[in-house]
């Protein structure tokens, strides 16, 4: 039971960073809510993965705590850029 637990806490915070970046971010998305908690979820991964390269305790610190300022911070900046290349990929020339 504790994996399903740990999914629905990853859509939950993934929806919450999704929402945050998508503030945070100029200009218009084009994206329903699905898309931005599943681009939240994939941001707070890359998010977790660019802290493991610079943070101090890598991944698994921030596994240890999701619901720190550090973390949510690079989860953020992980889906302003998931969201930017989203909108690189998915812009059209109209």
């Known amino acids: 039971m ?3 637990w740990g999914i629905i806490s990853w859509i939950i915070i993934g929806g919450l960073i999704g929402l945050i970046a998508r503030a945070v971010m100029p200009g218009k998305q084009s994206m329903g809510l699905g898309m931005t ?3 939240g979820v994939i941001g707070a991964i890359v998010g977790g993965l ?3 390269l610079f943070g101090d305790g890598g991944w698994s610190s921030l596994l240890d ?3 720190s300022l550090w973390t949510i911070l690079l989860s953020v900046i992980g889906a302003l850029v998931v ?4 909108g690189l990929l998915t812009k059209s020339d109209n």
């Open 37 to 39: 908690i599943i681009l």
């Open 83 to 86: 969201m930017f290349i989203y």
């Open 50 to 52: 660019i802290g493991g």
């Open 65 to 67: 705590n999701p619901w």
């Open 2 to 4: 504790p994996f399903i």
